[in-house]
């Protein structure tokens, strides 16, 4: 834990309590548009768990295959990106236990969106922001899925942004593995 990442969660939990009044007419507007749900439909495979953690686990692989510590590297930390992403949002979750817009399950926060920014940050991390941007504008997309799919609310991926942020962060040396691209 670092001020850094306890200002983060701040912000994520402000813009979550600032956002929570809009939470239902929000939903509603972003789901019943139809152009949104087919435009947006990959972010609910794109910000799952099977496909982050995979992708973290073939990016570690390629890198050991190959020889490339750089990428070994990255898709090792992506790997415990995501264990961290998702060990958090749970505990969360299972305390909070807030029930999702379309009923089923525990919404707060959101997983997809929390791996997603997880993943982004690190990117960021290493490679800068010619890659972290796009990164960041997919984790968005996810976060933009999880609502207009009635799975989540704004505020739940308000503070899942903050929450992948701070797990990315968690897993990379503060300046240390700046990687050029």
Not at 54 to 59: E, L, M, Q
Not at 96 to 105: A, D, F, I, L, T
Not at 156 to 180: E, Q, Y
Request: with cysteine; net charge positive; glycine share 16%.
């Amino acid at each position: 834990p670092t001020t850094g990442n306890a200002g983060i969660l701040a912000i994520g939990a402000g813009a979550a309590l600032m956002s929570h009044p809009a939470d239902r007419s929000v939903t509603k507007t972003f789901s019943t548009s139809t152009g949104l749900e087919e435009t947006l439909e990959a972010g609910a495979v794109v910000g799952g768990f099977p496909l982050q953690i995979g992708a973290a686990f073939a990016t570690y692989g390629l890198g050991r295959a190959f020889k490339n510590e750089c990428m070994a590297a990255v898709g090792g930390e992506l790997v415990q990106a995501q264990f961290v992403a998702q060990a958090l949002t749970y505990g969360i979750k299972g305390s909070v236990r807030r029930s999702r817009p379309e009923g089923g399950g525990y919404s707060f926060p959101s997983g997809h969106t929390t791996a997603a920014f997880a993943s982004a940050t690190l990117l960021q991390r290493h490679f800068g922001w010619k890659v972290g941007l796009p990164a960041y504008g997919a984790a968005t997309y996810v976060a933009a899925q999880r609502v207009q799919g009635k799975r989540h609310y704004l505020s739940d991926v308000a503070f899942g942004a903050a929450l992948g942020v701070v797990a990315g962060r968690t897993v990379t040396m503060p300046g240390g593995h700046k990687m050029a691209f």
